[in-house]
């Protein structure tokens, strides 16, 4: 494209399109280069675009930092630094410090029996199989740091009271709360709905249950017993559950069987494997059930010295078993059931030598 500019009267010739990148040939005349601005090119407004999008994406960046970094502090710390060889308190894994830290004197619990929550709370909790009530409106509560031993005779409702505390049993009706949460259902208005067995299963890490035939993997190892359910369950990481089944083993006397199998280990030894096993997961309360009756009378006071250990370190526990003696030097809370119902409960010196039921004074006459 070309033009012609006409001189102005009085003067010369003066390009009209100088401004627009007109140029001179040589006949006079004036050619019209269209110039482009540089920020007109596609390629460089794409450019700035993608550079303006990243700025701001720094941006946000930059302002989302105090979150992320809360974040992973509060939820992977202990993860991070867990395959890290470090002995400085602040950044040992939480798990591990559990293990290592002095537990809490019994004393020092009892000293403060008025101040401690109740850690289980069972209400008019009933429970039949087919025509067989079972359980007829229990009612018990057991205090943190304490432990509770139930006594009674054979098909008295001990074993199934224990297995609903764990939801291992559901029950009819009634409610069992352990540290002030329902175990097994969430309340919506003035009724209980059952949770998902994936939400049940979440309940049960915290409620450690000690089987009385022990319960353990035989194609599994001692350690891998051990690791099995914090691996597995809690998602921790290998490294450190493997270090913190040691601790459990040495503390139960079985350092040396890391690597044995069940099948070649004594049934005391055996139970003490489960005992850790259950300690593995930190849990808020012990179940026991009837620990020591599949086993050799030799090999009973193997399994009662941990638990009576367990009961120093106030560790919350309640424990259904036959042995009296136990349950004297132990107990906090002696309760004696029969036929579903809770006959007497109290301290010790009181259900043990002065009972105040004759249901109690029977059974205990032919026990002693």
């Known amino acids: 494209m070309s033009l012609t500019s006409d001189p102005p009267r009085g003067g ?33 407004a794409a450019t700035a675009v993608l550079l303006l999008q990243f700025a701001h994406g720094c941006i946000w960046a930059f302002r989302s930092i105090p979150l992320i970094v809360r974040l992973l502090f509060w939820f992977n710390l202990a993860y991070l630094y867990d395959e890290i060889p470090c002995r400085h308190p602040l950044v040992r894994p939480a798990h591990h410090r559990a293990l290592r830290r002095p537990a809490p004197r019994r ?60 939801h291992l049993e559901k029950v009819d009706s009634g409610r069992i709360t352990v540290d002030g949460k329902l175990v097994g259902y969430r309340r919506s208005g003035d009724k209980l709905y059952e949770l998902r067995e994936r939400e049940v299963l979440r309940q049960r890490t915290q409620i450690g249950f000690v089987f009385q035939n022990f319960h353990l993997f035989p194609h599994l190892t001692v350690l891998e017993n051990i690791t099995e359910a914090p691996v597995s369950a809690l998602k921790r990481p290998r490294a450190g559950a493997v270090a913190a089944a040691h601790t459990l083993l040495e503390r139960v006397g079985l350092a ?58 106030g560790t919350t526990m309640i424990v259904v078993t036959h042995e009296i003696g136990f349950a004297r030097e132990v107990a906090d809370t002696v309760v004696f059931m029969d036929e579903g119902v809770v006959v007497e409960q109290g301290p010790p010196a009181e259900v043990l030598d002065r009972p105040c039921q004759e249901r109690t004074r029977a059974f205990l006459s032919k026990v002693l």
């Open 256 to 313: 040396e069987k890391a690597g044995a199998y069940p099948g070649h280990l004594s049934g005391g030894q055996q139970q003490r494997v489960a005992i850790a096993r259950a300690l593995a997961l930190e849990p808020k309360l012990l179940l026991f059930d009837e620990p020591t009756s599949a086993l050799d009378p030799e090999l009973v006071g193997e399994v009662l010295d941990v638990i009576k250990d367990l009961a120093r370190q």
């Open 12 to 44: 010369p010739a003066v390009p009209a399109a100088r401004d627009a990148g007109a140029a001179a040939d040589e006949d006079g005349r004036l050619t019209v280069v269209p110039v482009r601005h540089p920020w007109r090119r596609p390629a460089v």
């Open 107 to 166: 004393e020092a619990l009892r000293e403060r029996g008025h101040a401690m929550s109740a850690m289980v709370e069972i209400r008019s909790v009933r429970k039949s199989f087919g025509s067989h009530e079972v359980l007829r409106g229990i009612d018990l509560e057991v205090r943190a740091g304490e432990v509770t031993v139930v006594l009674g005779p054979s098909g008295s409702g001990k074993s199934t009271l224990l297995r609903t505390v764990n």
